[in-house]
Every structure is written in C-alpha cells, then in structure tokens.
C-alpha cells in the first residue's frame, strides 16, 4: 500500500498528496481560499496542480498546445484557436454538440464576440453560422464509427491524436466556446487524465521549451520537479516509478495485467455489493458516472416516447454543485430541471403534488425521467426519504439514481434492499484512498426493472469503460486492494471525533448523519460485515459552524491538517466548503442552510487521539473571548444609571410611517408614553437599568431620529446615561 501524505497542513500550491497526478492542492489559509476563488494571480500562480475537474493539470495544458500545433488549419494570427482535449471520441463529440448549442451556432442567430480587453475592438466571429450536429441529443452516441469527424471548414473542429483515444476540440480562441469547453469538462467529468496526456505527449515525442524545473529527458514540464530532491548530477530516480520525477503509479505500465485492472476494480466492487460484475461501469471521475446515468435514463424515455425531449430531471436534497449545473443545462437535459433543495418532508409533499398534476395533465405521464440525490448529502449529510421516493419512481415510472460517494457501497445497502435503481460513486475518493487518481462508477441494479434497462444499455453503449485510463485503473486498483479495512477505520474515528466535537462549546452546529438523519440512515446500514474485513458507519465525513466567539478565519489557518478540495483521502483534509464551491452564489446556498462560514472535514487514519489535539490547538488559538450565554434566551449585562428611579418600559406600534416606537417612563404611580417619529436610518441598541435591581430594557427596535424630533425625546431620556444613544444625539 502507498504511503499517505502526512496530515500536516502545507504550503500553498503544494500538490496533495506530493505526486505528479495528485487530485488535490494545498490551500491552506482563509485568504488563500478567497483569493483562489476570485482569481487573485499571488494564489493561482503558485498552484502546481488541482482538483482535475477545476484546473486543467499542467500535462493537459501542454497537451492542448500540442493539439493546436497539430491543427491542420493553420492560424494567420498567433493565439487565434484555443482547444479543449478529451478521452475518446464520443466524449469529445459531444463536447462539440454541446459548444454548438451553448453558443447558438444550432439555429444560425449565433453572436460570439471575442473576449478581449478594452484596447481591442469586439467583433463578430462567424455572423449567422449554422454548424451541423453529430446527434440531435447528447444522450445518443454517434454511431458512424469509420467517418473522419475533422472537418477544417468549421469553426469547431474534433480532431483526434491517433493515440491512447485522445481528442481535441478546436475553437476560436478568446471567445465563449472556451468558457463553455470549460463548462462541458467541469459539469459532465469527461475529463482526460494527466497520467492520459503524459501518455500522448510521450508517445507523440512532442517537446515543449524546457526550464530548469523541467525534465530535459523527455520535455514535460514536470509538476513535483521543484519538490524533489536533486543532486549533482541531475534529478535523481523515483524509487516508486523509476521516473526522473515524483509518481507512484506512472502513465504506462509494462505489467501484461494492466488490462485486467478494469476488471479487477469491477470485481471488486461486485464483491462487495454482492452483485454480478457485469452490473458495475467504470467512468473518468465520479460526476461522469452520473452523466453516464443521466443520458442512459433519458434514452430510456426517448425509447418510451419518441415525441419527448428525454424527460425532466430532478435534483432531490441540495447537492454537491455539478450534479445540479449539469442538470440545469439545456444542451444536456432539453426538458429542464426540477430542484427540490431541502430534500424534507415538505418538499417531498410539493414533489409528489408536482407529479400528479403532471399526470393528470398528461394522460398519466409525469414527464419525468430521472431523480439524482445523494446519500448522505454534501456538505449538510442530510438523508432524504428513499422509501417514500423508491415508491413514487415506481408509480410514475422514473429512475432513481443516488450518489453514494459520501456513505458510499460498504457502509449502506442500497442496491440488494432494492431502493435505487442505480448508484454512482466517485472511485476518486474513498475507494482510491491516496488522491492521485480519477474514476467512477455505475453499479445498476438487478433487482429493479429500471435497473435491469440500464444495465443492458449501459453494456451496449459503453465502450471500453468510457474514458477511464489503464494507468489510472491500475492506480484505483491497486489502492483499493484495502478499501474495506481503511473504510472501517475510519468510520471509527470519525465518529468518536464527532461525538467528541458536538460537546465542545467551539462548534455551534455539527452536520453528521448520526445527528442529521439518523434515522434515515440506520434504515439502511449494511449489518452484515463483508467477510470480518468492515464494521458500517456513518462515513468519513462531516461539516461544522463555529460559535461566534471562534474566529473561523484563525481557526482554519491554524488547523495543522491538509486544506484544500477532496475527500475521501487516506489523510484527512478539511476546506472552508461553501466558499470553495459556492463563492459566487452564496445567498443561493445560505437559502438552502449551507452557511457561509461552514467548514468540511474528511477523515483519515490518523489517529483519534492526534485529530483531537490538532482541534484542540486550533481552538485555542483562534478563541476570540469567552463564550457568551446563549442568545436566544434573556442576557443580564452590565450597565448603570445615575438615577434611583424604576426602569424604563420599551413597547412598539404600528403607525402612520409603520412601525413607532415608544419610551414609557415609570415615575411613582403612574406611566408617561413619549412617543418617536420613526424614519428610515440605522437602528442601534441601547441599553438601560435601575441601580436598585439591575434589570435590562431592551431598546433593540429604538429607531435613529434627527432633528428636533431626536432632541425632543432626548430630553425625556436625559437622566439615563446611555453612551451609545447620546453619541447619536
């Protein structure tokens, strides 16, 4: 078993694990989160990689360059095309389908100015263009295999490299295609690999300008070179890869079992499930796993009912941020999208209700063609109602497809209980362990009759594991040879380290799905313990809010553990979650209670003890003062007066202007009501006592006033002593 990187928290840009095909990258500090977000150059200058789906790896960049070199139109103008490289043909098809819809060169009213800066006139590229499709539905694969798909007169060209399955896809540069190609890479997970495009650029002999950083041998730009170690005579021989650079797992293998690796993870996965082998799909990445599903269900309705577009989607329970955007897309998913985003009982209530009605409306057909939710869901681990939704799907004849990546295949039963009509998982995370390869899978279910469609669909229309690299396969394969005993480890200390968390007064609210939906969740827990090699669980992941007098900022900078995106890593990880997938949308996931401050945490092996103590000294360095009572009941604060006379009483009422507020002086026997002008200003919070008892009025709703109007009421108040009010006056 490779060696975990150690849980420590690294130095900006620094790939995690340190290894050429590492799927994560250090972001250590709050700062360095928001910067990377908001492009800042001091952040994304000094990545060495990223999560793949995100930042093109430096072997695809070059890759991409080779491509435009390879381009059999030649640019009159350097930097005219731009490209985006893909894993086989098919995917790289309807990455070109997609371009063609996205940026309206479908129905030739198409307007793609250039991207430029302000010194440059826009201009119009191509005008009313229409570019023809391969198929009228990305669902259906083009099925003219022997047809050369490069065309050199159009504007978006495929281009294949005649090695390893590579495509490339050509565009006008500066433009929307590159921002859609990024789209299409980013929401459907067809992403060609870095241990793929090593492979091309080796194979090709293509060479790039070479620095001191790089491996002169062979002319790629390596991404570990500055990380490791050199001597006087050169770099010195991984001994993992016998490579002149960090990589456990190379591009290629001289094994003759590196074919058999697909087989074997599928093998794997079959025994653990407890299902035929022949049910379980391998895919590039995870989200290609429910692309892969996605388009499998809507053939399925376009087989049903030839008239109809494939059917609506639903996104049940708020999701990780692609499944959602990749449903949303019209070029995708022609029928729309329907968001239930809470996943509770109210919105399976309105789901249901939705349904009928469309059935009704449609001589029983509801129009729907898929359901996608996660089990648990990332990042809150909420577990909607798959009884209730296996129930509906079989009423209205619609898939249910769960992603278990969080809760993942030796932790629950969802397949043999008959819940799901199919399961997508990201082999990336738990399953592979190490962070250094990309997969997915598709287990359909050979128990339900939708399940038993997609299997026979799924073998007819997904070739050669659709996109999932040899070198990558034996890299799963191999890591994976542990999957149960890390699984079950981790699920121990997770959570005694959860249990431990909700206690402290630091965490304000903790997401586990022991907490969240134990209920739900127990239904479904595997009791059987695969062989004496597992004990289920509730999984490696959680989220938690810190209390207001924690700063979130100091604690995730002081945090001696790996930041940065993933999980599922044999080292644990953590990332401020929320600005890292929904920095630019955050009032959308704040509606759906995904806060802005909320911290995710991924599990490792480290120990429990070790875990505590890096909390520990988190906590205690980023403390901003002593915990406050709780706010929601009544708080007694210090205060004085410099009169003996009974508290002031606060009442509202609403007025000619809304709301008036209302001073009521107690004096002896008897209440003077002065009443205050409200206007539209700030409100600030004023306090007052009795130096007989202490007690507190409240003057929360106190509006700002000027004028006279102030000064009148000002007077009324003039014995009592209130800093903060008199500093208004």
């Known amino acids: 078993m490779p060696p975990s990187a150690p849980s420590t928290s690294f130095p900006l ?33 000094k990545l060495a990689c990223g999560y793949p789906r995100f930042v093109y790896h430096p072997y695809v960049i070059q890759l991409m360059e080779a491509a435009l070199a390879m381009d059999k139109v030649k640019s009159q103008h350097e930097g005219e095309f731009d490209c985006i490289v893909l894993p086989t043909r098919n995917s790289a098809i309807r990455c070109h389908d997609f371009l063609v819809k996205a940026c309206g060169y479908l129905d030739g009213t198409a307007v793609s100015p250039r991207l430029v800066d302000s010194t440059t006139t826009v201009h119009q590229i191509i005008g009313d263009s229409r570019i023809q499709l391969f198929t009228e539905d990305n669902a259906i694969d083009y099925d003219n295999d022997e047809k050369d798909v490069y065309n050199p007169n159009s504007p978006i060209r495929v281009m ?104 074997g993870i599928q093998e794997r996965i079959a025994s653990i ?56 897309r019209p070029e995708l998913v022609p029928d729309g999208v329907e968001f239930f985003g809470h996943g509770n009982e109210s919105d399976l209530q309105n789901f249901e209700q939705m349904l009928r009605l469309r059935a009704l409306e449609n001589n029983g057909d509801a129009g729907v063609s898929v359901l996608v939710t996660e089990f648990p869901s990332n990042p809150l681990l909420n577990c909607p109602n798959l009884q209730k939704l296996r129930e509906l799907a079989d009423e209205f004849d619609f898939a249910l497809i769960v992603d278990d990546t969080i809760g993942n295949f030796a932790n629950l039963d969802l397949i043999n209980s008959g819940l799901a009509d199919a399961l997508c998982t990201s082999l990336t995370k738990l399953f592979n362990g190490r962070g250094d390869a990309m997969a997915g899978s598709v287990i359909t279910n050979p128990n339900t009759k939708v399940g038993q469609w997609m299997q026979k669909d799924l073998e007819a229309s997904h070739i050669a594991h659709e996109g999932l690299w040899s070198g990558d396969a034996i890299a799963v394969f191999t890591n994976s040879e542990d999957f149960l005993e890390r699984s079950s480890k981790i699920n121990e200390t997770t959570e005694a380290l959860a249990d431990w968390l909700k206690e402290r007064e630091e965490v304000a609210a903790i997401y586990y799905p022991k907490y969240s939906c134990p209920e739900g969740y127990n239904s479904v827990v595997r009791k059987d313990d695969i062989e004496g090699k597992h004990t289920a669980g509730y999984g490696g992941l959680f989220s938690i809010v810190l209390d207001h007098h924690v700063c979130d900022r100091s604690f995730y900078d002081k945090i001696n553990l790996s930041k940065g995106p993933s999980l599922g890593t044999n080292f644990s990880l953590a990332c401020p979650y929320t600005l890292l997938a929904h920095y630019h949308e955050l009032d959308f996931a704040l509606t759906y209670g995904v806060q802005p401050n909320l911290i995710r945490f991924a599990i490792g092996l480290e120990d429990l003890d070790e875990m505590k103590e890096k909390f520990e000294a988190a906590f205690l360095g980023s403390r901003l003062h002593p915990k406050l009572p709780d706010m929601k009941t009544k708080i007694q604060t210090r205060g004085y007066c410099t009169v003996t006379r009974p508290p002031m009483q606060f009442q509202r009422h609403n007025g000619l202007f809304g709301s008036a507020a209302h001073f009521a002086i107690g004096s002896g026997g008897g209440t003077r009501t002065t009443p205050l002008v409200p206007v539209k200003r700030n409100i600030f919070t004023a306090t007052a006592c009795s130096p007989n008892n202490g007690n507190m009025i409240d003057l929360s709703y106190l509006a700002a006033v000027g004028g006279n109007n102030l000064k009148r009421n000002a007077r009324a108040l003039a014995r009592v002593t209130v800093s903060a009010f008199l500093r208004k006056v």
């Open 13 to 45: 840009g620094h790939p995690i694990p340190l290894d050429e095909h590492a799927c994560s990258v250090s972001l250590p500090t709050w700062c360095s989160v928001v910067g990377y977000e908001e492009g800042s150059p001091s952040v994304t200058e």
């Open 160 to 263: 294949d490299f005649d090695v390893a399955g590579a495509h490339a896809v050509i565009f006008p540069a500066r433009t929307v295609f590159a921002i859609e190609a990024k789209s299409y890479w980013q929401h459907t997970g067809e992403v060609l690999s870095s241990r793929r495009a090593e492979s091309v650029l080796s194979k090709l002999g293509l060479c790039n300008h070479c620095d001191d950083t790089s491996d002169k041998t062979r002319g790629i730009k390596r991404v570990t070179s500055s990380f490791f170690e050199q001597d006087g005579e050169g770099w010195k021989t991984c001994p993992h890869s016998n490579q002149p650079h960090l990589a456990y797992f190379p591009s290629e293998s001289d094994s003759s079992s590196s074919v058999d690796s697909f087989t």
């Open 273 to 328: 499930v407890k299902i035929p082998a022949s049910s379980v799909f391998l895919t590039p990445s995870g989200m290609a796993s429910i692309y892969a599903a996605l388009r499998s269900t809507r053939r399925r309705e376009l087989e049903q009912n030839p008239s109809s577009k494939g059917g609506t989607s639903i996104v049940y329970g708020f999701p990780y941020l692609d499944t959602l955007k990749m449903c949303a």
